[in-house]
């Protein structure tokens, strides 16, 4: 899995590419930053529960665990999460090819 330290890196290589790092417009008091800020803590959390089920998995398997339900159940939540993570994007990158397609 990613450490945070390379997934920040990641994420603001994804800024600069994209042209955003470091901007914060403003849309009705809200800045760009809590959304960046929203995502960056989603991608978090979306690694910490793909690590935390790896480790489950590794566990059972090495027999440090005996319940097969908890390493399930860790497995379906970064599932869970992946697959929010993924629509998420998909929605993002949507959002921006119909806005670069706008007329100016």
């Given at each position: 899995m990613l450490s945070e330290k390379m997934l920040g890196e990641r994420v603001s290589g994804a800024?600069?590419?994209?042209?955003?790092?470091?901007?914060t417009a403003s849309i009705?008091?809200?800045?760009?930053?809590d959304f960046l800020e929203a995502?960056?803590?989603?991608?978090?959390?979306?690694?910490?529960?793909l690590s935390q089920a790896d480790k489950?998995?590794?566990?059972?398997a090495s027999g440090k665990a005996q319940n097969l339900h908890d390493v399930m159940i860790a497995m379906e939540k970064a599932d869970?999460?992946?697959?929010?993570?993924t629509a998420v994007r998909g929605k993002v990158l949507e959002a921006y090819q119909e806005i670069m397609r706008m007329p100016v």
């Open positions: 800024e600069k590419s994209l042209g955003i790092g470091g901007q009705d008091g809200k800045s760009s930053a995502l960056q803590s989603a991608v978090m959390d979306t690694n910490t529960a489950a998995s590794v566990d059972f869970i999460s992946l697959r929010t993570l």
